[in-house]
């Protein structure tokens, strides 16, 4: 600052002309050369060679500009001379870029100080500056938004050519080539899930679809409802073959074909807790429905034994998980009881190892991803788990994870998970206690539902969800890529995803109150249309709900809950009108507190023909 100072104790004397004009000349050379002057001291602070120099230099334009003033023929020539050094030597950028801008205020204010004490006005030409630094706000802006433009890009990046391709595979099958394969291969090929297209929706329904199940022939469709019903459809003639009372009081989440029972047995479960088991006979109606087990909490999913009539799985937000065998007396028998260190983890969603029926994984109210073995299950010895899993980044995180479902592959050797407000995750069920994840797929947004995510393909070659912004997304497992994205459901939120178990084929359902169909039939390759931006929103709402840091799956769960609990009571005050409020309030009571072992025996609906 010493020497800065030395020049702006000079720039007075270059003004006035001390060095080299007479007093009689200063006022001509003072009107003459205001401005070039001051954009010649700003010259003298923004080179970045020696400062001495630069003093010699503005003494040799100060005796030319004396000159100057005194040969009025020479003053444009030399106007143009120090425009010219100007240009040249391009002042119009700040050298020092880490200088603060508290510093070059400071300085503005010490020449016009000095200008004020020589009492010259101040020039009208104003110091030529560069351009102004952007803020610290403007620039993480930016960089953030280039950020997610790689991320999206990312995303979205073109694929390699698919290696099967239809016609020749066509080709094959009509000269005898594996006539088997086509079918196994054609469902599993990029080829035509970027060519779903939605073929028609199944309308019956009065309420949202929270479940969808194919039966093993993959002829009928079960779906359950808000409105307590269920309905098994013939999904490709469009029309309802069977609609019952689920003997549920609140709404149905879960109705599945048992397997290996001529598909006359449904299990299901609700917001009400119950367990319940419907039985259905070769006229094409139900004849009872009756409950299994109680859960004291919702019951959300329940996991199938593979080959089993019999046997299944439940897990309920109690944190209770029963095994259920329909042959026993008392079918429901408590397995294990979900816990981290002493706290009870509530559950979301059960699923059973298809290679390997001894074990099944939870998810829930917790970041943790649990398996269990039937075998090994002793609750003093680390609470019963055989091992958990969990995105290393979210063990630790400040955020609240949830679980909101989970699948096996198709072989078991791969376990897909779902979180709130977070990606969906891919974790090998072969790795130890404690690994991460191997596969992450990104762009849709879970956070105001408990939503379904499923595998696609045969040999689980694709990976589906919902999201809340009303699309299905398609990624292939390999590359995470997003591979088709469609709009699925007006109401805004898709729940439910059930590929077809031998066609290319998916049923969907959500929020609105039909199911949907679709199918590979579109002529040309879906572009993809209008991703970029749904990526972008759905990056940024998330992002700006993480900020808030309060617990958004409780708030939006509720709402949810709430608002339809209102509609369904709406629906039922003139079905309810006989019952007094009293007896209606009890019977609710304890349908919810009460377990099947403490109970008096399974509940039995008699069902009426639709």
């Known amino acids: 600052m010493g020497d800065r100072s030395n020049e702006l104790d000079l720039k007075p004397d270059f003004r006035n002309g001390s060095l080299s004009s007479s007093p009689e000349d200063t ?43 005194r040969h009025g023929t020479e003053k444009e020539s030399s106007d143009e001379r120090d425009s010219d ?111 779903l297209r939605l073929q028609h929706s199944l309308e019956h329904h009065a309420g949202c679809v929270n479940t969808l199940h194919f039966n093993r022939r993959g002829t009928w469709l079960a779906s359950g409802s808000d409105d307590l019903k269920v309905v098994i459809w013939d ?77 299944f799985l439940s897990a309920g937000e109690d944190a209770v998980v029963f095994a259920i065998d329909l042959r026993q007396e008392r079918p429901a028998s408590k397995l294990v009881v979900t816990k981290e260190k002493d706290k009870k983890v509530g559950l979301y969603t059960i699923y059973m190892n298809p290679s390997n029926t001894h074990q099944f994984a939870v998810g829930g109210r917790d970041q943790f991803v649990r398996v269990y073995d039937q075998r090994k299950i002793n609750e003093n010895e680390n609470n019963g788990v055989l091992k958990k899993f969990c995105p290393h980044h979210l063990i630790n ?5 949830n679980i909101t479902c989970l699948v ?51 040999k689980s070659e694709f990976v589906v ?65 209008g991703l970029t931006e749904v990526i972008k929103k759905n990056k940024r709402e998330r992002d700006e709900d993480c900020l808030r ?9 509720l709402w949810f809950l709430m608002h339809h609990l209102r509609q369904r009571r709406h629906r039922q005050r003139p079905r309810d009108s006989a019952v007094g409020p009293e007896e209606e309030s009890e019977d609710s009571t304890s349908s919810s507190e009460s377990s099947d072992e403490e109970g008096d025996g399974p509940d039995r609906v008699q069902c009426m023909p639709s």
Not at 40 to 66: C, I, K, N, P, V
Not at 88 to 113: A, H, K, L, M
Not at 169 to 183: Q, S
Not at 425 to 436: P, T
Request: hydrophobic letters at 30%.
């Open 549 to 557: 840091h309060t617990d958004l799956f409780d708030s939006h769960m």
């Open 85 to 195: 050094s100007l240009e040249d030597t391009g002042t119009y950028s700040i050298v020092d870029e880490e200088e603060d801008e508290e510093d070059e205020e400071g300085e503005e204010r010490e020449e016009e100080e000095s200008k004020m004490e020589d009492g010259q006005p101040e020039p009208r030409a104003r110091r030529r500056r560069g351009p102004k630094r952007a803020s610290e706000p403007e620039r993480d802006s930016s960089e953030e938004e280039a950020a997610l433009e790689r991320w999206v890009h990312s995303e979205v990046a073109a694929l390699p050519p698919p290696t099967w391709c239809a016609a020749p595979a066509l080709g094959g099958r009509e000269i005898g080539r594996d006539p088997r394969a086509f079918m196994y291969r054609a469902c599993g090929a990029r080829t035509f899930v970027e060519r």
């Open 235 to 311: 999904w490709a003639r469009r029309k309802p073959v069977l609609e019952f009372d689920s003997g549920h009081k609140s709404n149905v989440f879960q109705a599945k074909f048992l397997p290996n029972s001529g598909d006359s047995t449904l299990a299901m479960c609700a917001r009400d807790g119950q367990i319940r088991i419907a039985e259905l006979s070769a006229t094409e109606c139900c004849k009872s429905t009756k409950r299994v087990a109680q859960h004291k909490g919702s019951a959300h999913k329940l996991a199938l034994e593979p080959d089993s009539p019999c046997t």
């Open 465 to 529: 969800s919902g999201s809340d912004c009303g699309h299905i997304f398609l990624w292939e497992k390999s590359s995470c890529q997003i591979v088709q994205f469609m709009e699925g459901d007006k109401g805004g939120v898709v729940n439910c995803l059930e590929p077809h178990p031998h066609l290319p084929v998916l049923a969907t359902s959500g929020l609105d109150h039909d199911v949907k169909i679709w199918a590979p039939t579109s002529e040309a390759v879906n572009g993809l249309s």
């Open 408 to 458: 096996y592959s198709h072989d078991g050797s791969d376990l897909l998970a779902s979180y709130n407000d977070e990606d969906i995750y891919l974790f090998n069920s072969s790795h130890s206690d404690g690994a991460d994840y191997v596969k992450r797929y990104k762009g849709h947004r879970n956070n105001a539902t408990v939503k379904g995510v499923n595998f696609y393909g045969p």
């Open 397 to 401: 995180s400040e955020s609240k994870a």
């Open 27 to 69: 006022e001509e050379a003072r009107e003459s050369s205001s401005g070039i002057e001051v954009e010649a001291s700003d010259l003298s602070l923004s080179l970045t060679g020696d400062e001495h120099m630069a003093e010699d230099e503005e003494e040799a334009d100060g005796e030319r500009r004396g000159e100057g003033g």
